[in-house]
């Protein structure tokens, strides 16, 4: 909400302070400069600039167009539709869909003038200068916005403890409430609000290009489609085996541990000792308690993956670092 108020202050007052500035060059239709900057702001700088420049080309064209039309045919509403049809086309044409009906409204100034003078085009261009100049100053204030993407990325990393937590209650008691998967609802959510945040972060840097949130909130969707393997694993258990106190503990631990900045090489190493125990126990003799066994052994299996994961993403870091 407090970033909706913001933008909205910015956009208000970009459209504002081109009004008051044509209104100080004395230019006509100076209201029209602050409907430009409006419908030039774009969710990010970047396609704030793109958008930028395709209109300038568009409206390079309208004047070209409009004034061809309007001088050789009389500057008539018939002749304004005419000049629609030529500029609509060739918009379709160009993909120049948002500068339609911008530069039109621009364009259409010339019927009230009645001529096609250097005053009046001069008027015209100023109006879209300012319009556009503006819109591009407002999103030149929209920063990173660095505090909600950590923000996000924490509530992600929260979640995803929360989930190996009760993966760990659920290993030592079969008849846990409420295990039933739903916590990965919200689990997706946050990770797809955080990807499109991340992306947006990305869209509105011009120069060194940070791509860490969006590396980041891709390691973390690996491992949580890796989450759900092991939670299908220990939603599959019927008892406790003797063999499940190793594990859940260890799960509490990764959970405790559960950290941006760990390595989680010493978790590795651990969990490679705890699979030689639990291979070095006798066979179980009930085909149940098999099963179940077989189950856990899965679940670590797939536990070494999500470890591996945040494992190989540290190292691509640090070489990373490294060699900026």
């Not at 302070?17 to 004395?26: D, E, N, S």
């Not at 000049?83 to 009906?101: E, H, N, P």
């Not at 009230?112 to 819109?135: A, D, M, R, W, Y």
């Not at 149940?288 to 899965?298: G, H, K, M």
Request: aromatic share 10%.
């Amino acid at each position: 909400m407090k970033s909706i108020i913001t933008n909205t202050i910015k956009i208000t007052l970009a459209a504002v302070l081109a009004i008051l500035c044509a209104q100080a060059l004395k230019l006509d239709f100076a209201v029209s400069a602050g409907i430009v900057a409006i419908l030039s702001v774009q969710p990010t700088k970047k396609e704030t600039l793109r958008t930028a420049l395709a209109r300038l080309l568009a409206f390079a064209v309208a004047l070209v167009i409009s004034i061809t039309l309007f001088n050789f045919l009389g500057f008539t509403v018939p002749v304004f539709f005419l000049y629609l049809l030529l500029f609509i086309l060739v918009c379709q044409w160009r993909k120049w869909i948002s500068a339609m009906a911008m530069d039109s409204v621009l364009i259409s100034h010339f019927l009230s003038f009645g001529k096609t003078g250097l005053p009046e085009i001069k008027n015209e261009v100023l109006l879209f200068l300012l319009g556009v100049g503006f819109g591009i100053l407002v999103n030149l204030l929209l920063h990173k916005k660095t505090d909600y993407i950590e923000e996000l990325k924490n509530k992600t990393d929260e979640q995803i403890k929360l989930t190996l937590h009760r993966m760990a209650l659920r290993i030592q008691n079969p008849d846990l409430a409420d295990y039933d998967g739903s916590c990965f609802t919200s689990l997706n959510k946050s990770l797809f609000t955080a990807k499109k945040q991340a992306e947006e972060n990305y869209n509105n840097q011009f120069s060194k290009k940070d791509t860490f949130d969006s590396r980041y909130l891709e390691m973390r969707e690996k491992q949580t489609k890796i989450l759900y393997e092991m939670y299908k694993a220990a939603r599959n258990l019927q008892a406790t085996p003797s063999t499940a106190g190793l594990l859940s503990d260890f799960l509490e631990k990764v959970s405790n541990e559960y950290h941006k900045d760990n390595d989680v090489k010493k978790l590795l190493e651990e969990l490679a000792l705890i699979h030689d125990k639990m291979k070095s126990l006798p066979l179980p003799q009930a085909r149940s308690e098999f099963e179940d066994r077989a189950n856990l052994f899965i679940l670590m299996e797939r536990l070494k993956e999500f470890l591996q994961i945040k494992h190989d993403f540290m190292i691509s870091q640090n070489n990373k670092s490294s060699i900026q």
